[in-house]
């Protein structure tokens, strides 16, 4: 039968026919809004659920940085008792003396500046002084990874410094300190100084490399400072081993709290504070020049 045999509908059934398309259409848009309501309200609970796990994480890092330090704590490798890393020729890490301790203690670090050993002589910190006859000069610099005046010593003296070390004229020992945790909001001088530690404890032959990036990218006073995710990855882009595990568990930071207490007590105030064999450059004039008269006069 062709569709213009086809019986016509009744006006009873075009209105029941309409009706049931309407009831189709109101149920397929009911279980359509019904799908949509599910969704979104998985979308919320699975947005919930991330927000949790961020404020717990960053909750957690701020425990962790508020933690309370140890006075006491393991002395990295290749690190000596002092808080100083010597580096010798190419930038090669010198061994500390065998007799250095495993840990320090900061019951060991006087509560006021030692009384000087003789009339009018200065105040120096332990493990500074004159090196013997034909050995190399001894420079000693106290250095804050937050302190733009350091970054400035380094910039302006660095080549000279590399100078000396590589013609064996003389050995340079930073002992990096946490004095300027006062100018960031997240401790960062001593988290840049745990790093550091981290660094010369698993990987000595890349500290001086990354000494070198963390003054090239120091944050401005006054800021939060770089994150520790940061920091390691600047271990990681110099070649050095993983020190995740390090920063997070904040491991050297009892080594970076006693050797910044022990600088204080010796009457080191300031950073950069810089001797060269045993003599403190006092930070106005030429420093180069300063340096280059000892060890010219070196025998």
Known sequence: MSPTNEPRLTKAEKTTQARENARRIREAQAKKEKRNGWLIRGGVLVAAVAIVVVVALLLLQANRSAAPIA???????????????????????????????????????????????????????PGIAASAAGKPVQIVAYVDFICPICKNFEDQNGDALAK???????????????????????????????????????????????????FSVQPPENSAGLKND???????????????????????????????????????????????????WDGSGDFQAFAQKIIDAKK
């Open 164 to 214: 000396w070390r590589d013609s064996g004229k003389a050995t340079v020992e930073y002992r990096d300190l946490g004095f300027l945790d006062r100018s960031s909001t997240t401790n960062y001088s001593s988290r840049a100084a745990n790093a550091a530690a981290c660094v010369v404890n698993s990987s000595p032959e890349k500290y001086g490399d990354y000494f070198t990036k963390l």
């Open 71 to 125: 006075d006491s704590g393991p002395v990295p490798a290749h690190a000596n008792a002092n808080g100083g890393v010597v580096l010798g020729k190419n930038n090669t890490v010198v061994a500390p003396p065998a007799s250095t301790p495993a840990t320090v203690n900061l019951a060991g670090v006087p509560t006021s500046s030692p009384t000087p050993t003789a009339a009018g002589a200065a105040v120096v910190p």
């Open 230 to 280: 940061e920091l390691k990855q600047f271990a990681t882009d110099v070649g050095a081993k993983d020190i995740s595990t390090c920063v997070d568990e904040g491991t050297f930071r009892p080594y970076v709290k006693v050797i910044s207490d022990e600088a204080q007590a010796y009457g080191i105030t300031g950073t950069p504070s810089v001797f060269v064999d045993g003599k403190k």
